[in-house]
T-cell receptor, first 113, second 112 residues
Framework: EAAVTQSPRNKVAVTGGKVTLSCNQTNNHNNMYWYRQDTGHGLRLIHYSYGAGSTEKGDIPDGYKASRPSQENFSLILELATPSQTSVYFC????????????FGPGTRLLVL | GEKVEQHQSTLSVREGDSAVINCTYTDTASSYFPWYKQEAGKSLHFVIDIRSNVDRKQSQRLTVLLDKKAKRFSLHITATQPEDSAIYFCAASTPNYNVLYFGSGTKLTVEP
């Protein structure tokens, strides 16, 4: 079974503060993804990566940066957090791009006050 | 880009009945259509998928149908059980883009 872990699992941040969400996968998958889930919107893609050193913009990248320092790790960075970024964030990994199964982490619940 | 729609936000069935969840997509180049299940308070996990070279795929109580002409695909669950209660997300992907486009989810409730 594929293993994707996320930290922290819950986070409370202040408006204007910096938030870093971390994701680790032990499946040696090339591709990793960051999504946010909001009621009524399903999952929306923020950033994704094809491998170490690469990051690509997804559908809603504004206000977010991403970093892929290694095959295993993919971070999502909110430099100046805003209340509109309150959401549940999921990391996923997979191979074969979008044409194969993605394995999701447990999610991070972020509240920006 | 691709747009995937799930028109049913909720669906309620009685235990033992069948459930059908429908999705539509816009990009004729889409060729991969997975379904994911999210139980309450948990993450998503893969349940079944279909590729555009077939129009039907079955796995135990789950069947996915694909109508490329109508740009529509559906998940059929037979003999529903309470543990089938969850949010089901459909998604689509094209060969040119290494991403999945998700629908907004359908909350299935199986009532005893």
């Amino acid at each position: 079974e594929a293993a994707v872990t996320q930290s922290p699992r819950n986070k409370v941040a202040v408006t204007g503060g910096k938030v870093t969400l971390s994701c680790n996968q032990t499946n040696n998958h090339n591709n990793m993804y960051w999504y946010r889930q909001d009621t009524g919107h399903g999952l929306r893609l923020i950033h994704y990566s094809y491998g170490a050193g690469s990051t690509e913009k997804g559908d809603i990248p504004d206000g977010y940066k991403a970093s892929r320092p290694s095959q295993e790790n993919f971070s999502l960075i909110l430099e100046l957090a805003t209340p509109s970024q309150t959401s549940v964030y999921f990391c996923a990994s997979g191979d074969a791009g979008g044409q194969d199964t993605q394995y999701f982490g447990p999610g991070t619940r972020l509240l920006v006050l | 880009g691709e747009k995937v729609e799930q028109h049913q936000s909720t669906l309620s069935v009685r235990e033992g009945d069948s459930a059908v969840i429908n999705c539509t997509y816009t990009d004729t180049a889409s060729s991969y259509f997975p379904w994911y299940k999210q139980e309450a308070g948990k993450s998503l996990h893969f349940v079944i998928d279909i590729r555009s070279n077939v129009d039907r795929k079955q796995s135990q109580r789950l069947t996915v149908l694909l109508d490329k002409k109508a740009k529509r695909f559906s998940l059929h669950i037979t003999a529903t059980q309470p543990e089938d209660s969850a949010i089901y997300f459909c998604a689509a992907s094209t060969p040119n883009y290494n991403v999945l486009y998700f629908g907004s989810g359908t909350k299935l409730t199986v009532e005893p």
